[in-house]
């Protein structure tokens, strides 16, 4: 990549996922048409054997890019990735193909975690696009059965900033309430919106984005939103093994004790972690941190703190299989003081056994889906 690529604004990408017939074509079209969404790409990834769902998304051909899995194997997210790079290809080659902003629409039956480990780990990718926020579109007739029978669904809306429930004109009023119930069980921090038709402001979806958040600490107290977690009903989940919970930690973290615990939650727990934030107080400075599954996002600095005179670490989960007292034993990693010197030839008994120690926090519960994906932050 040349430098001035390398300089270049990134490109934002809007994921917009859900189950089957849910309303997602119908959102991208009515987004498509607003000017913020005016010159937007399109990358659509369809299922079975005849592809269809892309003739009726309203975009110009030149800016589409059609991604027909065909099965549901593990390849759809690298074929996303490459339709990513073609387009920008393209652009660079005709300035007429030009676009400022990438809906990407997933197939209901795709879990939406690799495109975004794509967007946000790729070394080809992320230099070129942003991840700025995960839509989930929840049908407002069938979404409760889709809770209920579907678990693409439940992770779907897990991962997703805003839940924009479908359809609305034609569900009872009581059953739309239901099923809000149940999704904000399943992702009490994500923003709901009701819809007909698609009809949606591009306002509401693009000042709610989750995936990029600027170092600004009134907008990480709003992205963080520990206080709904805190009020969760979690007998009202679709699925009886995902937790949601918000937990503190009182006293500073060491900048290696976040690497490391970081890296092993998501190396040893990842497979059930569907989302954590965190604002976290990372040796007397804030630090807002997230992952999904085995991705972790690098740690943003914030310019203050969110609530003034409170610097207590507030990290919220969205688990399946995990529970709060799994998370609070790791804890314990959060005052790691080893790994500083860039050359250490040196291993202190005393540091290795706490080290060891560590490890086995995040191996003690037999519940805890396992997980061999390691990832690497550095510390700086």
Not at 58 to 87: K, T, W
Not at 180 to 198: E, F, K, T
Request: aromatic share 6%; charged share 25%.
């Amino acid at each position: 990549m040349s430098a001035v690529e390398a300089q270049a604004p990134r490109v934002p990408v809007m994921l917009v996922t859900g189950f089957l017939g849910s309303g997602k074509t119908t959102l991208v079209n009515r987004l498509l048409k607003t000017r913020a969404f005016a010159r937007a790409a399109v990358v659509v990834n369809e299922y079975g054997e005849v592809s269809i769902d892309h003739v009726l998304v309203e975009a110009p051909r030149y800016r589409m890019r059609v991604v027909d899995g065909g099965c549901l194997c593990g390849y759809v997210h690298e074929e996303i990735a490459a339709s990513l790079l073609d387009l920008h290809l393209k652009r660079d080659r005709d300035p007429a193909i030009d676009f400022d902003f990438v809906l990407i629409e997933m197939s209901g039956l795709a879990d939406p975690v690799p495109v975004i480990q794509n967007l946000l780990t790729d070394r080809h990718i992320t230099p070129l696009y942003e991840l700025k926020t995960v839509i989930a579109v929840a049908d407002g007739v069938h979404g409760a059965e889709h809770l209920a029978r579907h678990p693409e669904s439940v992770k779907q809306a897990a991962v997703a900033d805003t839940i924009v429930i479908s359809k609305t004109d034609l569900a009872d009023g009581a059953a739309l309430d239901a099923l809000a119930s149940r999704l904000s069980a399943i992702n009490p921090g994500a923003r709901q919106l009701r819809v007909a038709h698609g009809d949606v402001q591009a306002a509401e979806i693009i000042d709610h984005a989750g995936f990029s958040l600027a170092a600004r600490s009134k907008a990480a107290r709003g992205w963080l939103n520990d206080r709904c977690y805190a009020a969760t009903v979690p007998a009202a989940s679709a699925d009886p093994s995902i937790s949601t919970f918000a937990l503190s930690y009182d006293e500073e973290i060491t900048l290696p004790g976040l690497v490391l615990w970081m890296n092993l939650l998501a190396g040893f727990r990842g497979a059930g972690l569907l989302r954590v934030k965190g604002i976290v107080n990372v040796e007397g400075k804030p630090y807002a941190v997230q992952a999904v599954q085995t991705i972790v996002s690098e740690p943003v600095v914030l310019e203050a703190w969110p609530e003034g005179d409170d610097r207590r670490s507030r990290l919220v989960f969205i688990t399946r299989g995990i529970d709060a007292a799994d998370i609070r034993r790791t804890f314990a990693a959060f005052r790691f003081e080893g790994g500083r010197a860039k050359r250490n030839m040196t291993i202190n008994p005393a540091t290795y056994a706490r080290f060891r120690d560590t490890i086995a926090l995040f191996r003690s519960s037999p519940r805890a889906p396992s997980n061999d994906m390691t990832i690497e932050l550095e510390i700086r």
